[in-house]
């Protein structure tokens, strides 16, 4: 069975499905920034722990499901499948060489630890890998391919290219397993969802959104298992990886640190601003989008319109434009976001509006809707980024209605200042 | 920003071609120039492959093409845009040269389908 026949869509919902379990895109931009905040807010030895354990549980979620759709049974079947759909995904191609008692993997090419090399190497020394992700996949490979329960085998990688090592390593040893927690599948999202409203632009919204749906389908990695496109590397990525590094992060610190709370949660909103930044707005200067869509016109409604087609295409969920007073106000609203189900099933109610992705996403949207001269063909540089996003305040957002505390809806407003 | 053989027409219709920069250029990746929207976009393709591209399945009114080395160009039809992107893999101090060198073919197959290329004379670099 072809990987690409493991697709779903939940099309009036915009999620998209691999096995039925959940994927998204995102850049590397905003993957690299999402996991600079897990560490800066837990340490860089607690926040690795945290990062390779939920990609850990994450993709024993996915390999699961891939196994069982595709009928692999063997271990030699199962490692070689997994290598396949982590290259597919973007996320890089990884030689596992592995027992039931453990082994190695290796790769030079990672999304995580190669991309960082190529956006920070020149400037940067690193000493601490980069690769959670690949360690946490390698760990959850190993164990499904030999029917180990959940953590029998615990991954360190000990090698890096980010780090200008040659190739990054990881060792694989036993561990103590434990019972997994149930899979955030796609019968699960759909309890957390809720019908699809018409917003404004709302028709010209879905054909951009449907149209990139359809270009998306067609990115997989290439033969080093990475994906360039739209002048990033893009990764399908696993929202259980997000949010289980996010929620456990934030509870935590809730827990140990309450001071810190609003700084932290101002660096998950931030993750959401760097994700429109860099993700959307390199779409929008892409030649793909000059092709489907044509190219910046530089109308505020225009930006705002596109970015929610852009976070559909995405598999973001069911983003729509509420509201809208040119400089003043925008209200997106969302019946569907990748967050939700996560939440609900591992936290139950949440007590505060908790999708902080898209509350940074939707004050990024105002502020490349008002901020940035397209039609002047910007550099979506670091140094414009701060201009942007660092200097004085132009906008505050608020989130009024969450779907994750059990509201109807969720809703951000964004309001200039 | 770098210069190339770079064709100029005479007076009406002057064209001047440079190769420059990507606005969403990360490390020297992706690089730009622009043709004139009433470029014979069929026949120009068919002199990329002629040169050694190989076309991939057209997006909108976007034309595609990968180098035997992997790196890409994106004819933008519409808009006369033309992207190249250099493969990661090339070290970041030769990605200029690979982008040069897509340039150059591109250049060159479109000065054999234009007519006016005949009148062809060298633009001051930029």
């Known amino acids: 069975m072809a990987i690409e026949d493991l697709r779903g869509l939940f099309a009036e919902q915009s999620l998209t499905f691999l096995a039925e379990i959940p994927y998204v895109y995102h850049c590397h931009h905003y993957n690299l920034f999402h996991d600079q905040t897990i560490d800066d807010a837990l340490g860089e030895e607690e926040g690795t722990r945290v990062r390779t354990a939920a990609a850990h549980n994450a993709f024993r979620e996915l390999l699961a499901a891939v196994f069982a759709k595709a009928g692999a049974t063997t271990p030699a079947e199962r490692i070689s499948l997994a290598s396949e759909v982590f290259a597919w995904m973007g996320q890089g191609r990884l030689s596992l060489s592995a027992t039931s008692a453990g082994g190695t993997a290796r790769s030079a090419s990672l999304h995580y630890g190669f991309a960082w090399r190529e956006k920070y190497g020149s400037r940067v020394k690193r000493t601490e890998p980069a690769d959670a992700v690949a360690a946490g996949f390698a760990a959850a490979a190993t164990e499904l391919a030999f029917d180990l329960p959940s953590d029998a085998i615990a991954a360190v990688e000990h090698k890096c290219v980010a780090a200008r090592d040659a190739e990054c390593e990881f060792a694989l040893t036993p561990s103590t397993g434990h019972a997994a927690k149930p899979a955030i599948d796609e019968a699960t999202v759909r309890r957390y969802v809720v019908p699809p409203l018409r917003g404004l632009d709302e028709d010209r919204i879905s054909q951009i959104a449907a149209g990139l749906l359809e270009f998306m389908r067609g990115v997989q990695g290439d033969e080093r298992g990475l994906v360039a496109a739209f002048s990033v590397f893009v990764a399908a990525h696993l929202p259980g990886y997000y949010n289980e590094t996010v929620y456990e992060t934030i509870h935590r610190v809730e827990r140990t640190m309450a001071d810190s709370v609003p700084a932290i949660e101002a660096l998950m909103r931030e993750a959401g601003q760097v994700c429109v930044f860099s993700t959307f707005g390199n779409v929008l200067l892409s030649p793909e989008w000059e092709g489907l869509v044509g190219p910046p016109t530089g109308v505020s409604t225009d930006v705002i319109s596109f970015c929610a087609a852009i976070a559909r295409g995405l598999g973001f969920g069911h983003w729509l434009v509420s509201e809208y007073e040119p400089r003043k106000r925008l209200v997106i609203r969302c019946t569907s976001t990748y967050e939700v189900a996560f939440y609900r099933s591992r936290y139950g109610l949440a007590t505060k509006p908790r999708s902080y992705f898209v509350q940074g996403a939707a004050l990024a949207i105002m502020t490349l809707a008002e901020s940035v001269k397209w039609t002047e063909r910007p550099q979506l540089t670091n140094n414009f980024y701060v201009e942007l996003f660092r200097g004085k305040p132009r906008y505050r957002v608020e989130q009024t209605k969450c779907m994750m505390r059990g509201d109807e809806i969720s809703e951000y407003v964004v309001d200039a200042l | ?126």
Do not use: N
């Open chain 2, 1 to 126: 920003m770098t210069t190339m053989p770079t064709p100029a027409q005479g007076e009406a219709g002057r064209v001047s071609l440079t190769l420059c920069r990507e606005v969403t250029c990360i490390r020297a990746l992706a690089w730009r120039c622009d043709l004139p929207i009433t470029t014979d976009w069929p026949a120009l393709a068919g002199a990329l492959e002629a040169a050694g591209l190989v076309p991939r399945a057209p997006l909108g009114s976007v034309i595609r093409f990968d180098s035997p080395a992997g790196d890409e160009v994106l004819l933008v039809t519409a808009t006369g845009r033309v992207q190249f992107r250099v493969h990661y893999a090339v070290p970041q101090h030769e990605r200029k040269l690979a982008a040069e060198r897509l340039f150059q073919l591109l250049v060159y197959a479109w000065l054999r389908l234009d007519p006016r290329a005949e009148r062809a004379e060298p633009a001051p670099h930029e």
